[in-house]
């Protein structure tokens, strides 16, 4: 075993360098390389790919891989967790016959610019033949990766959530469509106005200064990642001490780069509480997409669009844009910030309706896949479900069924884990309320006591344990949707959010 | 062949991905990574530096550069020279023990920091013991690499300039010694003073704008790479569609930043007009160090303190301080950029007592590896040597012997392709002047036919030909240090340099 484990470890040192590489590359694409150097530098990287691909895929590591495996009980839970999830991804990649998986890369490499004028032109029937075929190979994957535990959809779902299955899911979407539809019906009924002050120009450069004032309250230490400006706001970087986060400004939305930034620095913190002890392994980062989004979006929501968060910085922020929000109380801020309205817009929706656009998808995917719902019928589908849930129909395909891109890179599966994110957050908000007053900690002006409090029982883990088991150990209970429901349903029953 | 030629020219694919990698990560290191990230990123860095290493030391990686060698004269010409020098390069890193050349790279690496410390100090007894072991293993590596045609310091210095040698370099020197160094010294005994206005504050985000204008000018597409900030400025990029340049601004200097821009635009421009079939290739690039500083300070020096240039763009300098520079004409102008004094350091030299300094550098390091100077002696000599030539004696080591960071790096034989460089300027100058009138030329607002000509007699060859081949093509004349030293003579003669 000797022998395997320090093969190992050479090997993983090598695909720890190729994520910074990965990392590094993905960073400067979307930040700063000039648009013609993009090609030439994706030939390098595809390069990289394949030389990292081939560490993984080389015989020598899968058997060395089996050897600690069969070996598991002497070693430590880390490295037994990580030798788990690593035979389980050679074994996949190896029922995947490489004709149909290459035959796929170059599928959706092809569907991308396809998708990308469909939805430019609202034009579905352009895209129509290539979501077809990438639905196609998605229900050929769940049978090559079907396991006595897993099949159909579940085989998808578990590859972007461990252990998060149909039954699960149903379960959550169950209480979503009973309890939070009606909810929803209600609230957005009649849609509050945008208040006449929203509508200024916000000065670009006094938004930098307020968002990194924001990094500050969240604690969030500089010199361990820059924040800088992309198209759409991301995290990225490696190990606990790289932790980058972009952020998009415009002049006309005082709220959209705070509220991208809390998010951002919220996936960041995580990433920066992980024990510094996975920083050479592959159990360092966040533990799925789930928990990951369970993060940011408690702090962007839960603690960001909170009462007693602007109650010790509000007034930081009317001083920064001054005068601009002289006339402005807590109370219509708050008012604005929380604002209702059913929308098309997945990305652009609100806490309260951001769920059911998630619902639609999930339920959406589940036909796509046991065949019950034809590729060409999916604009009319969509629209229909879409008018059952919002009540609005939308008015084109560009802002319907062509909005998101993840379907076209072949990601079936991945949107339920959005959802599960912010139900995550809310029961774990549940359980940190049991230990402090999270409201009174906030007034103190920063969210360090939020922030050991998540390191202690989820951030530290990293990918360690499953997301599940890490949701068990923080709140001492299994997942359960109803945190969430009752959560939304609180906040937005009281007629004063300040 | 045809097997050995596959075998090449997959290798050569990932040598330039990690040469990407190479660059990529020390872009992002001098730019932009935090500080706190940067040891985290060193390790990834070391381990892809190995990972690179490894590629070309691999033995069946030198039998088939050995085979292709053998069989060169059926290679077409880019890829003969490259597996010239592939094999050179191979033959000497395997002459060198790996003991020493283990024992080295960690004496440099302890040497970095202690050269820092004395630096900062003033301690020239603190770096002492390093240095010795420095130059000691510069001399061994001296023998271990010595040909029939290459002993000595011509080992080394063949090394970062290929061909050139004791013999070329004496020649150029000993014209700098007899001819420069009396001229200098009458240039400098009476310096004008820095004229009121230059020391006013200038708004950096206008110099911003100014040096945006100036890559304009200079024709870089900046679709092909960025302009960024870092303490020292520099060029950096891989092949023709990715070259990215910084630069440094300072409130209290109007010219530093638009000279540094000039400066490594020149580079840049370099990069860009290699042949774009040399990109898959190991011959993309400059030819040699003094090659790069050639294209660098030719557009630096001889274009961008011209007066035809300044004719075409002051105004736009003038518009854009406005009213700074309201009062100052032309002429005031251009001999405020061309200013001439006898200095301490190096990088802060003026065009023409900047050769001096490569000069004593020279003759140092000649001594130091025939033995005929201590390094227990070299403060001493260094200032006695330095009064001769300038006339001024330095106060301190900080801003004597101490003042470069190339010999901690164990970088002997480096300096003098910096002076070498603006040489060869001079002598393409001269050249290009026959084919047509470069003022003229610069007096169209643009450096398009002088970028035209650069890249049709030296860029386009990038480093697929050694650069006193290149020179020779280019000017049909063997390298000449008396163009360069006839050009500082006539510029520096004029009373006026407007």
């Known amino acids: 075993m000797k022998k395997a484990l320090q093969f190992y470890t050479a090997q993983r040192k090598k695909l720890l360098a190729f994520q910074y590489v990965g990392f590094l590359t993905s960073w400067d694409a979307q930040t700063e390389a000039a648009p013609g150097s993009i090609e030439a530098d994706s030939a390098y990287q595809a390069v990289l790919s394949e030389m990292s691909y081939r ?42 016959p490489m004709e149909d998986y290459v035959a796929f890369s170059e599928l959706t490499s092809r569907a991308y610019p396809v998708y990308v004028r469909a939805k430019q032109t609202g034009d579905f029937g352009l895209f129509r033949p290539y979501l077809e075929k990438i639905v196609d190979y998605c229900r ?61 120009k916000f000065d670009v450069s006094k938004q930098r200064v307020f968002c990194e004032y924001i990094r500050d309250v969240m604690c969030f230490d500089k010199n361990f990642g820059v924040m800088k400006e992309s198209e759409h706001p991301f995290t990225s970087g490696i190990g606990t001490d790289d932790v980058r986060i972009t952020t998009h400004y415009y002049e006309d939305d005082l709220v959209s780069s705070i509220f991208s930034v809390i998010h951002e620095t919220g996936h960041a913190t995580y990433e920066r509480q992980c024990d510094p002890s ?16 369970s993060q940011s979006r408690f702090y962007e929501n839960i603690i960001g669009r909170s009462s007693a968060f602007w109650q010790a910085h509000y007034p930081v922020l009317q001083k920064t844009f001054a005068p601009q929000l002289d006339g402005v109380s807590l109370g219509e801020f708050m008012s604005y910030v929380n604002r209702v309205e059913a929308s098309f817009v997945r990305t652009e929706a609100d806490e309260l309706t951001y769920p059911l656009h998630i619902l639609l998808r999930y339920e959406i995917e589940q036909k796509l896949l046991n065949g019950s719902l034809a590729v060409e019928d999916l604009p009319s589908y969509w629209n229909s479900k879409f008018t059952e849930y919002f009540g609005i129909t939308p008015p084109n395909d560009t802002v319907g069924v062509l909005q998101d891109v993840h379907w076209a890179y072949g990601d079936i599966g991945y949107f339920p884990t959005y959802a599960l994110g912010s139900a995550i957050s809310a029961q774990l908000y549940h359980a940190m309320s049991k230990d402090f007053d999270v409201e009174k900690s906030l007034l103190s002006g920063t969210t360090k006591q939020i922030n050991q409090w998540l390191g202690e029982h989820v951030h530290k883990y990293g990918s360690s344990k499953y997301p599940d088991e890490i949701l068990r150990i923080a709140t001492g209970e299994d997942f359960d949707p109803n945190y969430y429901v009752d959560y939304l349903i609180k906040k937005y029953s009281k007629d004063n959010l300040a």
């Open 278 to 293: 996975l920083n050479g392994t592959l159990c360092g980062g966040g533990a799925s997409l789930g928990m990951h989004e």
């Open 55 to 96: 560490l993984t895929t080389d015989p020598e590591f899968e058997r060395c891989v089996e050897e600690l495996y069969q070996q598991r009980e002497g070693l430590d839970d880390v490295l037994r967790h990580e030798i788990e999830v690593m035979r389980k991804s050679i074994s996949d990649a190896k029922k995947i």
């Open 140 to 200: 050929k994957q769940t049978e090559w990766l079907a396991t006595d535990d897993l099949k159909g959809y579940d085989v998808l779902l578990d590859r972007y959530e461990p252990h998060y299955t149909q039954k699960k899911y149903d379960a959550f979407f169950n209480v979503l469509r009973e309890r939070l539809v009606p909810f929803v019906k209600q609230k957005t009924a009649c849609p509050a106005p945008v208040p006449e002050w929203a509508k200024q």
